[in-house]
C-alpha cells in the first residue's frame, strides 16, 4: 500500500507542501549555480560591449521568427488534439503557457494551457494533458537527433554523445510504451481498477480522469494526424534552426549553421533539468556551453544567450497576457486553478476535468 494511501488529508497536504518547497529550492540552485559559473567566466565590459555591437536587425528578425515559431506551435498541437481546437484559440493558449512558465514555478503553464484549452474546446483536461506529453517528447526526439546529426563536426563532443543516445533510447522506449497503452486502452484502465482495489484513493473519477488521458494518446494510433504532427514538428524546428542562426550573426557576423545547430540542440535538452521558472540561468549556461566548444568568446556568447532568452520571454509575455485578456483570465486566478490542478494530480482525485466556472 502507498504511504500516500495511509496518510490523513492534512498529512498528506503538508507532505506535498514539503516538496513543493524541496523541488522549488532545488530548481533556485541549480539556476543560481548555473548562472554564477557563466557570469564568472565572463568580462562584463565584454559583455557590455558585445550588446552595444550586435547588429539589431537581426535581434529584430529573431524576434520575428519567434513569432513564427509560435504560430507554428500551434499548428503542431492542432494535430495532436486532431483539430479539436482552432488554431487561432491555441495560438493565444500556448502563449499564455509560456507566459506561466516564465513566471511560475513546476512548469504550471503545461497544466494552464490544458486547463484553457479544456473550457473552450471539445477537450477534456486529461486529453490535452497527454497531448502535451507528446509534444514534449517529440521535442526531446528532434533535440536529441539534431545533437547526433552534427556530433561528428563537433570537437569534444563526447558527453553530448551520450546525453543524446540516452535521452533517444530513453524516450524511444516511452514512445513504444505510450503507442501500447493507446492501442490497449480496455486492458489499461483493466489494470487501473485492479489496482484501485488495493489503493482506495485510486477513486471512480481517477478512472475517467485515466480514460481521458488514454483518449489523448490516441492520436498515436491515427497515422493522419500523427503523421501530421510530425511534420509541424520538423517545420518547428526548422524555423528554431533559422531563429538561432539569425540571433547568432547578431552577435558573430562570422556565424556558421553549424554552431547554431549545436547550440540549439544543447540549449533544448539543458532546459529539460530542474531551474527556477523561465529556465533562468540554465538557459544561458546551456548556450555559452556550446558555443564555447567552437572557441568563442564567453562575454559574447553570453550576450546572445541573454537576448535570445530576453526575446523568448517578452514576445510569449505579451501575447501571453492578451490570450488571458481574450480568455476572461486573471494571472493570480489562473495560478490559483493550475496550482489546484497540480495538487490533485498528487492527491485523490475529485472530479475528471477541471472545475467550471
Not at 490497449?184 to 471512480?204: C, D, I, T, Y
Request: with cysteine; net charge positive.
Amino acid at each position: 500500500m502507498s504511504r500516500a494511501a495511509v496518510l490523513p488529508p492534512d498529512a498528506t497536504k503538508r507532505e506535498n507542501t514539503r516538496t513543493d518547497y524541496t523541488s522549488l529550492l532545488f530548481g533556485g540552485l541549480v539556476s543560481a549555480a548555473a548562472l554564477g559559473v557563466v557570469l564568472y567566466f565572463a568580462d562584463l565590459g565584454k559583455l557590455v560591449s558585445a550588446m552595444q555591437a550586435a547588429d539589431y536587425r537581426l535581434i529584430l528578425l529573431g524576434g520575428v521568427t519567434t513569432l513564427c515559431w509560435l504560430v507554428v506551435r500551434s499548428y503542431l498541437w492542432h494535430a495532436l488534439l486532431r483539430k479539436k481546437a482552432g488554431v487561432g484559440a491555441l495560438f493565444w493558449t500556448v502563449n499564455t503557457g509560456y507566459l506561466l512558465n516564465n513566471l511560475l514555478p513546476f512548469r504550471l503553464g503545461e497544466l494552464g494551457r490544458a486547463y484553457l484549452v479544456s473550457r473552450k474546446a471539445p477537450v477534456k483536461f486529461w486529453e490535452a494533458v497527454s497531448s502535451i506529453f507528446i509534444e514534449r517528447i517529440l521535442d526531446l526526439i528532434f533535440a536529441a537527433s539534431l545533437l547526433l546529426a552534427i556530433l561528428p563536426f563537433v570537437v569534444g563532443a563526447a558527453r553530448e554523445a551520450t546525453v543524446a543516445v540516452s535521452t533517444i533510447a530513453l524516450v524511444v522506449l516511452v514512445f513504444v510504451i505510450l503507442y501500447w497503452m493507446a492501442r490497449n486502452p480496455a486492458q489499461v484502465e483493466g489494470w487501473f481498477v485492479r489496482m484501485a482495489k488495493h489503493w482506495p484513493w485510486l477513486s471512480k473519477a481517477g478512472r475517467q480522469a485515466v480514460a481521458s488521458g488514454l483518449h489523448g494518446l490516441s492520436v498515436l494510433t491515427d497515422p493522419v494526424f500523427f503523421f501530421s504532427a510530425i511534420a509541424w514538428a520538423f517545420v518547428n524546428w526548422l524555423v528554431a534552426l533559422v531563429q538561432y542562426y539569425v540571433l547568432l550573426r547578431a552577435f558573430f557576423p562570422q556565424g556558421e549553421w553549424l554552431w547554431s545547430s549545436f547550440t540549439l540542440a544543447v540549449a533544448a535538452l539543458g532546459i529539460a533539468a530542474p531551474s527556477s521558472p523561465a529556465a533562468v540561468g540554465v538557459f544561458e549556461a546551456a548556450v555559452v556551453g556550446a558555443l564555447s566548444a567552437f572557441g568563442l568568446d564567453v562575454s559574447t556568447a553570453l550576450a546572445m544567450a541573454f537576448t535570445a532568452h530576453l526575446i523568448q520571454i517578452v514576445v510569449t509575455g505579451v501575447l501571453g497576457a492578451i490570450g488571458l485578456v481574450k480568455d476572461g483570465q486573471s494571472l493570480g486566478d489562473l495560478y490559483r486553478r493550475v496550482g489546484s490542478l497540480r495538487r490533485r494530480s498528487q492527491e485523490p482525485l475529485e472530479s475528471s476535468d477541471p472545475p467550471a466556472g
